[in-house]
């Protein structure tokens, strides 16, 4: 009897026996000269029980959002769980140090199944993995312009505890960030001047500044307000009559945002006081405004 | 971490890159790069934690990395904060490489010829500690989502609910009781940190907590334990009463027709004559008891402790059977922890 994301995610009672087997199966396989120790293979299991009890596929019910391995066909879902099996088995060995060849060996040369074979990707290219590391990670947050706008607004955000900006200001400036300083500092010197005096406790104040960029990076009505202020600059459209820019809702949307997440970011940008939106169909920027976000948000 | 982020090959805007494909150092998104790691790894958990993962960020992973395969053009600013999570999150991006590799093998034409037509397997076959392990996933996962609520001020208490009710309902199919402590470890303490599970209510130290001994095992001194307490005078079988055990005190949980009820006995000269507050902090996790008052965290015996140190008073009604064997391990889960208290 075949299993499928979704027997595992509504009747576990039903399925967990079957998955467990699948599971167990794959890893006696895999684990080569390692398949005769129990601990080993429970291990192996486990981690990928575990993996699908974190991603909400195991049991959750409704309470967790489909993703995109619910969406997986049930042959691919099974790639899926088979892959998962050796990418822990293959780790495994590893941690004994065992050599290659040995497991390899083990494997019948003409098995059917000679996908089944660790070594056939033993070695994964990891280079084929966008941020492989979390440096990488942090140089596309540095340099992608999207993201960098993210950050700007979470910079710009610390103006209302001024010590704290300054601290982090001071800290762009010593690592040389200078095209990101000169852009914040546009901004800033349009609504508030900034300190110049020498800051006092500036590490204490640094702290709390990277605390609140951490959950301020992190959050998603920023990071929709982020990309429905880039939206706005983009596709406003001049009413002559009123000197005023309009847009409406579905225009925002653009196929990849639901209604909902747009208001969430329109919200975000009211309470930020970048803009007037009381729930209208219909965005209504002054002039003022528009620049003001084309001054932070523009795509350039 | 120099040269960690000189293997970077990305070619966005503001980059400039030498022959070798490596990023220019000149260049000030590399020091910007290394100053944002900085502020994310901030975000790692302490050493003792080092297990820790984020359930919010951890379950957008398959989203962002269908979305890296199809090469959505919009990918990363769509998960922009998981990005930036990922940079400081050791936990979220070794599961985000994990998963990357898995996902990008089963979208491989060729990898969906897997035979999945065969697949059998039954409760009786599975490993009784395969069931633990599973269980205390289900409760890690929600130990999880109360960090995750207290960090993002979320409410994540249903589903923090509902996965401890799994737990259970899954961990009643064993028949070794120790098997099923063991699955239920950490239980709970875990519902008791979330608050509105049982509507705490400003209560004084217990002066007994009961955890029920374990008499469904049939090997080893789980067993022996069980049948020491297994009075002639009482009489009773195994199946028909949960044994109840608080240091030396005993006492048993007994059904007659839909009602529970509890016995305690020998409770120390101070108590005779006192009306007693029954706490049963797990009585909410699960609907099919229907508590006296109302509320499992504040059951009024309807006697006072007798002059010999007894005590009888019913706890609820329901439709579980002791007498079943897998609604009395529900029964009994129910009753992982009894604390006792004089009413003030």
Redesign the interface.
């Given at each position: 009897?075949?299993?499928t994301a979704h027997d595992l995610r509504y009747h576990?009672?039903q399925s967990?026996?079957?998955?467990?087997?699948?599971l167990q199966q794959r890893a006696r396989r895999y684990l080569g000269p390692l398949k005769f120790d129990a601990f080993e293979m429970?291990l192996v299991?486990?981690h990928v029980?575990?993996?699908l009890?974190?991603?909400?596929i195991?049991?959750?019910?409704d309470?967790?959002?489909e993703?995109?391995?619910d969406r997986?066909?049930?042959?691919?879902?099974?790639?899926?769980?088979?892959?998962?099996i050796r990418?822990?088995s293959i780790d495994r060995l590893r941690k004994h140090r065992l050599p290659v060849s040995t497991f390899a060996e083990l494997e019948a040369p003409a098995d059917a199944?000679s996908?089944d074979d660790p070594l056939n990707?033993v070695i994964?290219p990891?280079?084929g993995?966008?941020?492989?590391?979390?440096?990488?990670?942090?140089?596309?947050?540095?340099?992608?312009?999207?993201?960098?706008t993210?950050?700007k607004h979470c910079i710009e955000a610390l103006r209302a505890a001024p010590h704290q900006l300054q601290a982090v200001l001071q800290?762009?400036e010593d690592?040389?960030?200078?095209?990101?300083l000169a852009d914040i500092r546009k901004v800033l010197a349009q609504s508030n001047p900034l300190e110049s005096d020498p800051l006092e406790h500036a590490s204490q104040h640094k702290d709390h500044a990277?605390?609140k960029?951490?959950y301020c990076?992190?959050?998603?009505s920023?990071?929709l307000a982020?990309?429905v202020a880039l939206r706005l600059t983009q596709y406003g459209e001049h009413l002559t009559s009123s000197k005023e820019v309009v847009v409406d809702l579905h225009t925002l949307t653009q196929n990849?945002l639901s209604e909902r997440e747009v208001k969430t970011g329109l919200k975000q940008l009211a309470a930020e006081d970048l803009l007037d939106w009381h729930g209208e169909e219909v965005v209504r920027l002054t002039d003022a405004q528009k620049k003001r976000l084309e001054r932070f948000y523009m795509d350039e | 971490?120099v040269a960690?982020?000189e293997?970077?090959?990305?070619t966005?805007?503001?980059?400039s890159m030498n022959e070798r494909g490596q990023?220019d150092p000149r260049n000030?998104?590399?020091?910007?790069?290394?100053?944002?790691?900085e502020?994310?790894?901030?975000?790692a958990p302490p050493e003792n934690e080092n297990n820790e993962?984020h359930?919010y960020?951890?379950?957008?992973?398959?989203?962002f990395?269908?979305a890296?395969l199809e090469q959505q053009p919009?990918a990363?600013?769509?998960f922009?904060?998981?990005?930036?999570?990922?940079?400081?999150c050791?936990a979220c991006?070794s599961?985000?490489?994990?998963?990357?590799?898995?996902?990008r093998?089963?979208?491989?034409p060729?990898?969906?010829?897997?035979?999945?037509?065969q697949?059998?397997?039954?409760?009786e076959?599975?490993?009784v500690?395969?069931v633990v392990?599973?269980c205390q996933?289900?409760i890690?996962?929600a130990e999880?989502l109360y960090r995750q609520s207290r960090r993002d001020h979320t409410n994540e208490s249903?589903?923090a609910r509902?996965?401890l009710q799994?737990a259970l309902?899954?961990s009643a199919r064993m028949t070794q009781s120790n098997m099923r402590t063991r699955a239920l470890h950490d239980l709970v303490r875990i519902a008791s940190l979330f608050d509105d599970f049982g509507e705490p209510m400003q209560q004084g130290p217990a002066v007994h907590s009961y955890s029920p001994v374990l008499a469904g095992g049939s090997h080893g001194r789980a067993m022996r334990r069980a049948e020491t307490i297994m009075r002639p005078t009482a009489n009773p079988s195994a199946q028909d009463a949960i044994y109840l055990q608080s240091n030396l005190l005993e006492g048993r949980i007994m059904q007659q027709g839909d009602t529970l009820e509890l016995f305690l006995q020998d409770l120390d000269k101070t108590l005779h004559g006192h009306y007693l507050t029954i706490s049963v902090p797990l009585g909410s996790l699960i609907e099919p008891i229907r508590w006296v008052g109302g509320n499992p965290r504040t059951i009024h015996s309807i006697a006072p402790v007798d002059e010999h140190g007894m005590l009888n008073t019913p706890l609820g009604r329901t439709e579980l059977r002791l007498g079943n064997p897998e609604e009395r391990n529900l029964l009994e889960a129910t009753f992982l922890l009894l604390e006792v208290r004089t009413i003030a």
């Open positions: 009897m075949p299993f576990i009672e967990f026996p079957v998955l467990y087997a699948y429970d299991v486990e029980i575990e993996q009890v974190r991603l909400g195991l049991g959750s019910g309470h967790v959002p993703n995109a391995l997986l066909s049930p042959a691919q879902f099974y790639a899926f769980l088979n892959h998962s990418n822990k199944e996908e990707d994964e990891i280079w993995v966008p941020f492989a590391t979390p440096e990488e990670a942090a140089l596309e947050a540095a340099s992608r312009e999207e993201l960098r993210l950050l800290e762009l690592l040389g960030a200078s095209e990101l990277h605390k960029l951490r990076l992190q959050k998603g920023t990071n982020v990309m990849d | 971490m960690q982020f293997r970077g090959t990305h966005g805007k503001g980059h990023i000030e998104n590399l020091p910007l790069a290394r100053w944002l790691q502020v994310m790894a901030a975000s993962f359930p960020f951890y379950q957008q992973l398959p989203d990395i269908m890296l919009r990363t600013l769509h922009a904060p998981l990005l930036y999570h990922l940079i400081g050791t991006h599961a985000y490489l994990d998963l990357y590799s898995a996902m093998a089963a979208l491989q060729d990898e969906v010829q897997l035979n999945i037509g697949r059998t397997g039954s409760w076959a599975t490993p500690r395969m392990q599973l996933s289900f890690r996962q999880a249903i589903q509902f996965l799994q309902r899954i």
